[in-house]
T-cell receptor, first 117, second 111 residues
Framework: EAGVAQSPRYKIIEKRQSVAFWCNPI?????LYWYQQILGQGPKLLIQ????????DSQLPKDRFSAERLKGVDSTLKIQPAKLEDSAVYLC???????????????FGQGTRLTVV | GESVGLHLPTLSVQEGDNSIINCAYS??????FIWYKQESGKGPQFIID?????DKRQGQRVTVLLNKTVKHLSLQIAATQPGDSAVYFC??????????FGKGTRLSVIA
């Protein structure tokens, strides 16, 4: 079974530039997550999708971050303009997303390491 | 609100010894408790989970213990191997909410 695919693996940009990350979840997984992981910390949720609808984006800095999941499969996360503090690994994860809610195992991609200089 | 904490940021163990990684939590309404392993340059990888109505669950070389009275979770790794070197995160799930991760413990295995 193919895992969660993310691209690019690495990205270096200057502050105030824009950047986009792409995620292809495991086939059939209805739920997709974007997490931000700052060096030395645990992943922090940015946004959760159920199919193509947003379930939770309460921790997404909406003045600069945006995400979409058109057609309920692939997703993109964009940062515009980037700040130095956005330097982190951006992880995409997917899960089956059970009907009626509840826990189902989340599978993570390898992440995109963003460095803002 | 939810918060997850780790007792020790780093743990060094001799190859072949048992490892114990601890985690404290505050949200007593959590339904599932999950341990993830993250190797350098990779995303977190699921190890084992335990439901809130259980106090112990065993996997291959790993055991998770849940003490709801003191809101404490631990991961025990038997016969620790060099390949176990990684950062270990505990994570909580409550109903439909996404996983909340702790800060992690770095496990170093000394050969």
């Amino acid at each position: 079974e193919a895992g969660v695919a993310q691209s690019p693996r690495y990205k270096i940009i200057e502050k105030r530039q824009s950047v986009a990350f792409w995620c292809n979840p495991i086939s059939g997984h209805a739920t997709l997550y974007w997490y931000q992981q700052i060096l030395g910390q645990g992943p922090k949720l940015l946004i959760q999708f159920q199919n193509n609808g947003v379930v939770d984006d309460s921790q997404l800095p909406k003045d600069r971050f945006s995400a979409e999941r058109l057609k309920g499969v692939d997703s993109t996360l964009k940062i515009q303009p980037a700040k130095l503090e956005d330097s982190a690994v951006y992880l995409c994860a997917s899960s089956l997303g059970l009907r009626g809610g509840g826990y189902s195992e989340a599978f993570f991609g390898q992440g995109t390491r963003l460095t803002v200089v | 609100g939810e918060s997850v904490g780790l007792h020790l940021p780093t743990l060094s163990v001799q190859e072949g010894d048992n490892s114990i990684i601890n985690c404290a939590y505050s949200n007593s309404a959590s339904d599932y408790f999950i341990w993830y392993k993250q190797e350098s340059g990779k995303g977190p990888q699921f190890i084992i989970d335990i439901r809130s109505n259980m106090d112990k669950r065993q996997g291959q070389r790993v055991t998770v213990l849940l003490n709801k009275t003191v809101k404490h979770l631990s991961l025990q790794i038997a016969a620790t191997q060099p390949g176990d070197s990684a950062v270990y995160f505990c994570a909580l799930n409550s109903g439909n909410t996404p996983l909340v991760f702790g800060k992690g413990t770095r496990l170093s295995v000394i050969a």
